[in-house]
């Protein structure tokens, strides 16, 4: 792809698009072409055009970024409009090792550790819910008291080294039979609940009595067979009445059933409702980018 841009509503059309991705309209994948229609609009007549492009990530050719500056500077104002950098790059740029490099431990630690920040990253930037447990200096090193937090479904435990590393959290009860990696594992305030989470809360439930401490947060990306499952666990958990008041929590509800957007939002919905029925509040529904299409994460707090 080459040639220059020219045109007043290129900018206007990316804001859009890009507006529509902040807003969970669509979720990256699905607005590719639109990128391209507008981007081959908007070049001159050196460019390529729409019809001889073809987007395919498992055999492209070119690689396309799309970046936004962000709109604010020192003095607190902003720029009257968003800026953007666009730019291509040979495929074969791309050294070989990410390519062949075969999946490790490592990379499903960092998979889930970006997956859990890319949530609340989000969720601090657009709720209004300013009290949201771990919102205020999540990212501080000085934990002054006990935050406790639960990854249910750890393994092999990437949100639970994001908890302790990127949240006042100062331990973290991770559940799941299956194993931690040993680096999660030898972090001290790591306690592993080798058992599922119907067997981990009666346990849970009495460590805590036994150091009259409630639970801060609850996040949870658990592998589940039932769509309500993911909420099931959640419930079951706050009718123990382990939670502190106004308790965090990021649950990821993996829709089964169903292959259109419209579908996975209504079964979404659903389980906002209960949620809702049950005490939550300040509720986001996020399609994050390591989601899987049919996957939602919801966020929000516990009265």
Not at 101 to 130: H, Q, W
Not at 192 to 202: C, D, K, V, Y
Not at 249 to 255: D, G, N
């Amino acid at each position: 792809m080459s040639g220059s841009i020219d045109n007043k509503d290129f900018g206007e059309s990316l804001v859009e698009i890009l507006q529509s991705i902040k807003n969970n309209v669509a979720f990256p994948p699905k607005i590719q072409q639109r990128i391209v229609s507008i981007l081959t609009a908007a070049l001159d007549e050196r460019s390529i055009s729409e019809n001889e492009l073809d987007i395919a990530p498992t055999n492209h050719t070119h690689t396309l970024s799309l970046i936004q500056i962000n709109t604010s500077i020192d003095d607190g104002k902003k720029y009257e409009k968003p800026l953007f950098l666009i730019g291509t790059s040979l495929a074969e740029c791309i050294p070989p090792i990410h390519k062949a490099r075969e999946p490790t431990n490592n990379d499903d630690i960092c998979r889930a550790y970006n997956k859990l920040s890319e949530a609340f990253e989000r969720y601090r930037t657009t709720s209004e819910n300013k009290d949201w447990p771990l919102s205020a200096d999540a990212g501080s090193k000085r934990k002054k008291s006990t935050l406790l937090g639960v990854d249910c479904g750890a393994a092999p435990g990437g949100w639970t080294k994001y908890l302790i590393e990127q949240t006042p959290c100062t331990e973290v009860y991770s559940i799941d039979p299956g194993k931690l990696s040993e680096f999660v594992l030898s972090i001290p305030s790591v306690h592993h609940l080798q058992m599922t989470g119907e067997m981990a809360i009666p346990h849970l439930s009495e460590a805590l009595k036994a150091r009259d401490s409630l639970i801060s947060i609850w996040v949870s990306d658990m592998c589940v067979h039932e769509l309500a499952q993911q909420v099931d666990m959640f419930l079951r958990a706050k009718k123990a009445g382990i939670f502190q008041s106004n308790a965090g929590f990021v649950l990821t509800i993996k829709c089964n059933i169903g292959h259109a957007k419209e579908r996975y939002d209504e079964l979404t919905e659903n389980e906002v409702r209960r949620l809702k029925e049950t005490g939550a509040k300040d509720l986001m529904v996020l399609h994050l980018f390591s989601n899987r299409m049919g996957e939602r994460t919801v966020i929000g707090s516990m009265e």
